[in-house]
């Protein structure tokens, strides 16, 4: 059974025992009792799918996100680029592949710049 988890949104998991609720918790994952967990982007992936994964005796943990500039919903393994690439290790900024083949590409490019900008600014202040 493969765990999915949405970035972004308040998702269910399975009871995962003590230890790896605590190492989710310091990898920057939120809980609320009434809502389940809550990935945020900024949170450590790869530990994130370690702590999931060895509590529930190796099951594969498949991160589920939104394009950056359309909104559409993806995993790693709908992109192309999945064999050389995952959210874990890289941007969880990702675009869909109708986006990266289409003339949002540019849009995707300018909103990385303007982000680096941003990024900049911030440390000059």
């Known amino acids: 059974m493969v765990i ?3 970035l972004d949104e308040w998702v269910r998991l399975p009871r995962l025992g003590t230890e790896a609720f605590k190492e989710l918790m310091r990898a920057g994952v ?3 009792t009434g809502r389940g967990f809550l990935v945020p982007r900024g949170a450590d992936l790869l530990r ?3 702590a999931i994964s060895g509590a529930l005796t190796g099951a594969p943990v498949e991160f589920e996100f939104k394009c950056v500039l ?3 919903e993806m995993s790693c393994e709908d992109c192309e680029y999945h064999d050389v690439c995952s959210i874990e290790t890289s941007s969880p900024s990702c675009i869909c592949s109708n986006c990266a083949k289409s003339a949002s590409f540019e849009a995707y ?7 680096s900008q941003d990024s ?3 440390l000059q202040a």
């Open 4 to 6: 999915k988890v949405k």
């Open 30 to 32: 939120r809980y609320d």
């Open 48 to 50: 994130i799918k370690r």
């Open 70 to 72: 359309c909104g559409r």
């Open 109 to 115: 490019m300018e909103w990385w710049r303007e982000l």
């Open 120 to 122: 900049t600014r911030g």
